[in-house]
Nanobody
Framework: QVQLVESGGGLAQAGDSLRLSCAAS????????MGWFRQAPGKEREFVAT????????FYADSVKGRFTISRDNAKNTVYLEMNNLITEDTAVYYC?????????????????WGQGTQVTVSS
């Protein structure tokens, strides 16, 4: 059974940093691209970042580019999202997802398995 478990969310103030983790079980992450998405209250889930299977290629939403960094440690079967200079608009539930192939994308259809999400709340 595949499980993706996010952690590291919480309360932060604008300008702070948080690091999210996504640990996988039942799946060898090294074979797949990984992505982070988020869903703010009253909004649809949106793409945040993706990283290819080898950790070399990454791609970000414009709204987080330059502030967030996605990375992976295949030996630990874990993917990370480093979030710096947080703003109130970053408040959302953050989800990690495992892709169906080696290269990720910005569409939900690119991903097969999803975590339950972790809440990030940024206050001004």
């Amino acid at each position: 059974q595949v499980q993706l478990v996010e952690s590291g969310g919480g309360l932060a103030q604008a300008g702070d940093s948080l690091r999210l983790s996504c640990a996988a079980s039942g799946l060898t992450l090294s074979a797949f691209a990984m992505g982070w998405f988020r869903q703010a209250p009253g909004k649809e889930r949106e793409f945040v970042a993706t990283i290819n299977w080898d950790g070399v290629g990454t791609f970000y939403a414009d709204s987080v580019k330059g502030r967030f960094t996605i990375s992976r440690d295949n030996a630990k079967n874990t993917v990370y999202l480093e979030m710096n200079n947080l703003i109130t608009e970053d408040t959302a539930v953050y989800y990690c997802a495992s892709g169906g192939g080696q290269f990720g994308g910005s569409r939900e259809a690119h991903y097969n398995f999803w975590g339950q999400g972790t809440q990030v709340t940024v206050s001004s």
